[in-house]
T-cell receptor, first 114, second 115 residues
Framework: DGGITQSPKYLFRKEGQNVTLSCEQNLNHDAMYWYRQDPGQGLRLIYYSQIVNDFQKGDIAEGYSVSREKKESFPLTVTSAQKNPTAFYLC?????????????FGEGSRLTVL | GENVEQHPSTLSVQEGDSAVIKCTYSDSASNYFPWYKQELGKGPQLIIDIRSNVGEKKDQRIAVTLNKTAKHFSLHITETQPEDSAVYFCAASRAGGTSYGKLTFGQGTILTVHP
């Protein structure tokens, strides 16, 4: 079955540590996105990528980094510079970048900083 | 940039009643308005969307209306069922150009349908 796989589902991190969240899609989609979800704040865009080896900052990119070395993979690193990293992180993809169309989401990764 | 406000934040209805969720947007150039449903522990899933060249769209028990002049759009769910209980998000974007398909989401509405 085609879809988006995020891992791990739950992750605990100590303060000062970097952590990388995995996102893999087998939908052959060009565009991929990372969103952060906090209660009462909706989904906020962290980074997005239109094609391999290219990505742009979203609205809340500070303290995060990404890479897009392969079309199917878009990992997100939450660095120690992110002041409030505890949140639910959602990866999404879309077939055609720049066009309106359905975003397909993974099931999310919940990060808790201890 | 675009700003999307969504109301109410929580909505409780009895099974069989209708539910309405409203959103307003700020960017008059926005022309694509999807609605997503998020069940507990899952990622959001598109349930219906509307483009700015139409005023209303229906799909079985759900419908979306758009008022471009007032810059607001609404989700209507009729004959609600317990399985409609979820968090609903509205969103807005400019399709095409340099928008890169970036969606701005509302804050979400927790809908609870009581049997």
């Amino acid at each position: 079955d085609g879809g988006i796989t995020q891992s791990p589902k739950y992750l605990f991190r100590k303060e000062g540590q970097n952590v990388t969240l995995s996102c893999e899609q087998n939908l052959n989609h060009d565009a991929m996105y990372w969103y952060r979800q906090d209660p009462g704040q909706g989904l906020r865009l962290i980074y997005y990528s239109q094609i391999v080896n290219d990505f742009q900052k979203g609205d809340i990119a500070e303290g995060y980094s990404v890479s897009r070395e392969k079309k199917e993979s878009f990992p997100l690193t939450v660095t120690s510079a992110q002041k409030n990293p505890t949140a639910f992180y959602l990866c999404a993809s879309r077939l055609f970048e720049g066009d309106a169309g359905e975003l397909f989401f993974g099931e999310g990764s919940r990060l808790t900083v201890l | 940039g675009e700003n999307v406000e969504q109301h109410p934040s929580t909505l409780s209805v009895q099974e069989g009643d209708s539910a309405v969720i409203k959103c307003t947007y700020s960017d008059s150039a926005s022309n694509y308005f999807p609605w997503y449903k998020q069940e507990l522990g899952k990622g959001p899933q598109l349930i219906i969307d509307i483009r700015s060249n139409v005023g209303e769209k229906k799909d079985q028990r759900i419908a979306v209306t758009l008022n471009k002049t007032a810059k607001h759009f609404s989700l209507h769910i009729t004959e609600t069922q317990p399985e409609d209980s979820a968090v609903y998000f509205c969103a807005a974007s400019r399709a095409g150009g340099t928008s890169y398909g970036k969606l701005t989401f509302g804050q979400g509405t927790i809908l609870t349908v009581h049997p």
